[in-house]
């Protein structure tokens, strides 16, 4: 990381995440970097702020592509193999206790997500709107660029759904979700997820919890420095 640090003795100790509700493997650094987070000694003194990233900002509403077609399209991949990478995910999910349907989830734009997502951050409920956008998509094959969904899920994460149904017909948030890209291209950042940990340092991709609480560890150790 580039830019000034965050935190220091006294402060929570600050893990910025950049991922896309629509990236299995965001789903799963979501969850380890949870359990990494419940064996920290510290835990009560961390701070997760969760940033926006679109892998495809060009997407459509709805495509009606399946999540196989879009591996196949993205990756030049055959069928097969993109129902084999997926059953690697699910595997992985089920692990930590997570479920992927894959058959049900529906391709989408997921701009006014992370636009959602903005304003629950705002509401202090970022956590709650994060996962709930994540258990949508993944396993109850919704589509998250409903706003009608979305109003619905907001509400089932702790927010307001009429406050959210006007959030989203209007044009507020976007520079939020624009000024977390704009971040991330600053910092080099091409891939999701990607923890970055008081700006000091960062990991990137679905580490495992073991990773993660290390880095935990080494970001806490160097608050004194």
């Not at 990756?75 to 059953?87: F, K, M, N, S």
């Not at 894959?102 to 636009?115: L, Q, V």
Request: net charge neutral; hydrophobic share 40%; aromatic share 10%.
């Amino acid at each position: 990381m580039t830019s000034p640090a965050l935190g220091g003795n006294g402060q929570p100790l600050t893990i910025e995440v950049w991922s896309d509700v629509v990236c299995p493997f965001c789903r799963i650094g979501k969850r380890e970097l949870e359990l990494a987070i419940e064996r920290f000694p510290h835990k009560d003194s961390v701070r997760v702020v969760w940033k926006s990233f679109e892998l495809e900002p060009d997407a459509p509403a709805s495509t009606g592509e399946s999540t196989f077609a879009m591996l196949q399209r993205r990756y030049g991949i055959t069928e097969p193999e993109a129902r084999q990478r997926v059953q690697g995910v699910e595997a992985r999910g089920r692990g930590i206790g997570l479920r992927f349907d894959f058959e049900r989830a529906r391709i989408a734009s997921s701009f006014d997500a992370h636009r959602l997502l903005q304003w629950a951050k705002s509401k202090g409920l970022g956590d709650a709107m994060k996962s709930r956008l994540f258990d949508g998509y993944f396993a109850e094959g919704l589509l998250i660029s409903d706003h009608a969904v979305l109003a619905r899920l907001a509400a089932e994460a702790g927010l307001d759904r009429a406050e959210a149904e006007r959030m989203l017909t209007g044009d507020t948030f976007i520079r939020e979700v624009r000024t977390d890209e704009r971040e991330a291209r600053a910092f080099g950042i091409s891939g999701v997820p990607f923890f970055a940990f008081d700006r000091r340092f960062a990991v990137s991709g679905a580490q495992n919890s073991d990773l993660l609480l290390q880095a935990l560890e080494k970001a806490w150790a160097e608050r004194g420095k």
